[in-house]
């Protein structure tokens, strides 16, 4: 029998939304997660048979009222179960574009905060490793060998 080459796959997606007059980004403290609580961007998952930027644009809305438009896409993370027979493949995103009216949403507070105001102490597991990835200029990715484990960069030197 030759090898398998597919397994279950849970898609989720995150983007910071950087207000560039302020210098803020707009933060969201979940209430529902399974990871450290603290700090962290918008997010959710991709549904069955739903493009992944328009799940974004989905999980924005639904979680701060707001619209996005120009989506870029800067990066990914993936978790991986004990059994490796399950992952799970965040897709990082990030904008500027934005309009509409801030609402609370049911997942979590959410509030604008300086970038530089986020910390290990105050975001949630491993968000520092994902805000690396959404302030560079290129794609990156990062990895976890357990389900919302920490996550580890890709060494960027095989990537140069």
Known sequence: MGLKRTEPVELVNMCM?????????????KTDVAWKFGH???GGHVEKNEPVADAMRR??????????????ACGCV?????????????????TSDF??????????????LPLTALN????AESFMEMLAIFTQPR?????SDQMNGHLRL?????DQ
Not at 59 to 72: A, H
Not at 85 to 94: A, H
Not at 139 to 143: E, G, Q, R, Y
């Open 139 to 143: 794609t990156v990715s990062a990895t």
């Open 59 to 72: 999980e924005i809305y639904e979680e701060t009222g707001l619209q996005v438009d120009s989506l870029e």
């Open 17 to 29: 939304i950087y207000d560039p007059k302020t210098g803020n980004v707009l933060v969201e403290d």
């Open 40 to 42: 962290t961007f918008p």
């Open 99 to 112: 309009h509409g009216h801030l609402k609370q949403g049911n997942e979590g507070r959410i509030f604008w």
């Open 120 to 123: 290990a102490d105050n975001t």
């Open 154 to 158: 890709a060494n960027q030197e095989h």
């Open 78 to 94: 993936e978790w991986f179960d004990e059994t490796k027979d399950y992952r799970k493949i965040g897709f990082l995103y990030r």
